[in-house]
């Protein structure tokens, strides 16, 4: 996926950009800083796991590229494959698609009704009626709640906006017209969706729609103004010497690893096929439990661990599903997002997870509790256990327990 973004992002570079030098240099600024967080909205330029968020934003990207060359077939088949990926990107790269091809003295003639049946169709559950456990799992995701945002990331939303329309001059100057017309075109999308946004976020009877995500227009936002400043400090500072090169992307390089490595300290910089999942010599503990799960229970085995597991030293956010390939109780990180877009789900994540409240403190009769009332046969606890359940997998951090 890293690689086919990085591949959009030179095509568009090709189309701003004469230089040769300036091309390459908005892609190595985009591929140095792919980890680099987007403000407010829990997201990264790219997502450091698999997530069809990356194929979506690859098809937008070779979208967007396919309207600057007014191949407009070819944009709508790549908008509507990234509709099929991830249906509330792709949304985003739609609206900025239409606003490169809009024409202040034109008026595009649309099918208004046809358009709204497209629009709707995917999102009939987002008329479910909430509900007060709907409400607690909304409350878990921060970036519904713009007005509790704190000023630096009202200021990560304004900044690449500003930023954006100097470019814009910086271009019209230098008659480089596609450029100009691509970072203009961002600044007014930028301002019409947060325009949306707030009116979706800020009105409790709308509250409903927050599952929308509206403020996540800023990843692309994030990542176009990353490639067209690359692409600028290649033009007017990086040039063709080398030694600049290397005095900009070598400490930048550095310093996004070691945040890298901050983030995720258990777990291997580059996870091959097949390989573990830090090295021979010290895997991660819990991912090694989880694979240990998948090969030695029973398939319709329903489990239950620390509904805050992911949070916890040396697990570094692996899902226990995508590993154990096994039923477990809901967590209340993770699954909350899942409750907070399809209220029907929320009652069930509510009693799953209070029915866990405590759980660092829990003994075997808490244990058969779960089982007597979700079925609950294993637990995945943290090392050393508990007393009178039988354990047949432990290592360093992690016991795996049947309850009996």
């Known amino acids: 996926m890293t690689v086919l973004i990085l591949w959009g992002c030179w095509r568009i570079s090709r189309r701003c950009f004469a ?36 194929l979506a934003t690859a098809l937008m990207l070779a979208a967007v590229a396919a309207v600057l060359d007014r191949r407009l077939l070819q944009a709508g088949a790549l908008l509507a494959a990234a509709f099929s990926v991830h249906a509330i990107m792709a949304a985003f790269g ?27 169709w995917p999102l009939g559950w987002i008329f479910d009626p909430p509900s007060d456990a709907w409400r607690q799992a909304a409350a878990t995701r921060s970036f519904y709640f713009v007005l509790r945002w704190p000023w630096y990331e009202w200021l990560g939303v ?21 450029l100009a017309h691509v970072a203009e075109r961002l600044v007014y999308f930028g301002v019409f969706q947060l ?14 729609l927050r599952p929308l995500e ?18 600028l400090l290649g033009q007017y500072v990086l040039k ?39 090295n021979e010599a010290s895997p991660n503990n819990w991912v090694e439990a989880f ?32 590993f154990a390939e096994r039923s ?24 799953e997870v209070e029915a866990q409240r405590g759980w660092r403190g829990f003994q075997r009769p808490d244990f058969l509790r779960l089982k007597a009332e979700f079925g609950v046969d294993w637990v995945v606890l943290q090392a050393p256990g508990v007393e009178g359940l039988p354990c047949p997998y432990r290592n360093a951090q992690v016991v795996v327990c049947r309850v009996e």
């Open 328 to 351: 477990v109780l809901a967590d209340e990180l993770k699954d909350a997002g899942m409750a907070a877009r399809v209220p029907r789900l929320a009652p069930r994540w509510l009693r």
């Open 19 to 54: 230089e040769t030098h300036a091309q390459w240099a908005a892609v190595t600024l985009v591929a140095v800083l792919l980890t680099l967080p987007v403000s407010g909205t829990g997201l990264n330029l790219t997502d450091q796991h698999l997530h069809p968020r990356a």
């Open 195 to 208: 325009a949306v946004a707030l009116i979706i976020l800020l009105p409790a009877r709308l509250e409903r």
């Open 240 to 278: 063709k010497h080398a030694l600049r090169w290397l005095l900009l992307f070598v400490p930048l390089s550095a310093g996004m690893f070691y945040a890298q490595r901050q983030m995720y300290p258990a777990t291997a910089h580059l996870e091959l096929p097949g390989s573990l999942s830090r």
């Open 291 to 322: 694979r240990w799960i998948s090969r030695n229970t029973p398939v319709d085995s329903q489990f239950a661990l620390d509904p805050r597991y992911m949070e916890l030293p040396g697990e570094d956010y692996h899902g226990f599903r995508a």
């Open 94 to 120: 739609a609206s900025y698609c239409l606003f490169l091809l809009w024409k202040p003295a034109e008026r595009m003639k649309m099918d208004r009704t046809a358009v709204g049946a497209l629009l709707l």
């Open 158 to 178: 304004v900044a690449p906006l500003l930023l954006l329309w100097w470019f814009r001059a910086l271009a019209e100057r230098r008659s480089q017209t596609v």
């Open 214 to 231: 509206p403020m996540r227009f800023l990843h692309l936002v994030y990542l176009l103004f990353v490639l067209l400043a690359g692409g």
